[in-house]
């Protein structure tokens, strides 16, 4: 998952086991901004990760726009795709583990871990303190090694199957609050995957069923944003993409991304990025 290593990142010349192996780890590993990880293909390993900073991925042919704490364990030949959202200064972070063989697919069915979707925890070092006792174990030379080792994975697995059978409704929700927090979830996932589209607050509680004051406080107390300021800043990100690939024209982009105008695009994308966007794809 990572190409930029920092001093807590750890790679292994694949640590066997007769059950278990690893192929690499890293802890709250960095990112440059404008770097994209994309393996249509997938890998022939498990990816345990858990993030630290709000990123862009994929789920199938749908972006999914990610927020600190979200975790995931992808399967073996599952498209990869990983991306900084707009404005970030240093590039989505997170601690990740890459696992293969037999105990991996038996923990996964005992636990029954959903594969393959982001679960929001709110818990962005949800591995870390085990990730850094596997590395120590990895490194050391201390008797019953590989037991240490599977112990720990077992562990850092149950402790993310137990998240993934919760409802994901922040720590206090009411029974009201639980009740309409799968309804925001996936309406915040249509939005944010129809970019194009003519949102509008008034449209969002709508489909809700709430009114547009009620909405809101629901979005923010879930979300911790607007749902304007996240359609926004998913269109400046997408737009900030096409303009780096450089094979549509300004205009393109901005209807494509669903800006009312060219002007309307270049003022909140020179608002949001801080320089024009025909500057910005000169780059």
């Known amino acids: 998952m990572a190409n930029a290593i920092d001093d807590l990142t750890y790679r292994v010349t694949l640590f066997r086991m007769p059950t278990l192996r690893f192929s690499g780890m890293?802890?709250?590993?960095?990112?440059?901004?404008?770097q994209v990880i994309d393996r249509p293909e997938g890998t022939s390993h498990y990816l345990l990760?858990?993030?630290?900073?709000?990123?862009?991925?994929?789920?199938?042919?749908?972006?999914?726009?990610?927020?600190?704490?979200?975790?995931?364990?992808?399967?073996?030949?599952?498209?990869?795709?990983y991306a900084s959202v707009t404005g970030a200064v240093t590039g989505f972070r997170g601690d990740w583990c890459h696992l293969e063989g037999a105990r991996v697919s038996e923990l996964v069915k005992k636990y029954r871990i959903p594969v393959d979707r982001y679960v929001q925890t709110g818990k962005p070092h949800l591995f870390t303190e085990s990730m850094i006792e596997l590395q120590e174990e990895l490194s050391?030379?201390?008797?019953?090694?590989?037991?240490?080792?599977?112990?720990?994975?077992?562990?850092?697995?149950?402790?993310?199957?137990?998240?993934?059978?919760?409802?994901?409704?922040?720590?206090?929700a009411t029974p009201v609050e639980r009740e309409y927090y799968s309804v925001f979830v996936e309406l915040r996932d249509r939005m944010l995957n129809e970019i194009r589209r003519r949102w509008s607050n008034e449209a969002l509680a709508r489909e809700a069923g709430l009114s547009v004051s009620r909405f809101g406080v629901l979005y923010r107390r879930f979300f911790g944003t607007t749902p304007i300021e996240e359609l926004l800043a998913a269109r400046i990100a997408n737009a900030r993409r096409s303009l780096v690939a450089g094979q549509e024209s300004i205009g393109a982009i901005a209807?494509?991304?669903g800006f009312s105008s060219i002007y309307h695009f270049s003022r909140m994308f020179k608002r949001r990025v801080g320089c024009a966007p025909s500057l910005y794809a000169g780059r």
């Open 26 to 34: 890293g802890v709250d590993t960095p990112h440059d901004p404008l």
């Open 49 to 81: 990760a858990a993030f630290s900073t709000a990123f862009i991925s994929r789920i199938g042919k749908r972006l999914y726009h990610g927020r600190a704490g979200d975790c995931v364990l992808r399967r073996p030949g599952t498209p990869d795709y």
């Open 140 to 172: 050391s030379r201390r008797p019953f090694q590989r037991e240490a080792c599977e112990l720990i994975v077992e562990r850092m697995l149950q402790t993310f199957a137990r998240e993934c059978h919760d409802d994901g409704s922040p720590a206090g």
């Open 255 to 257: 209807e494509r991304c």
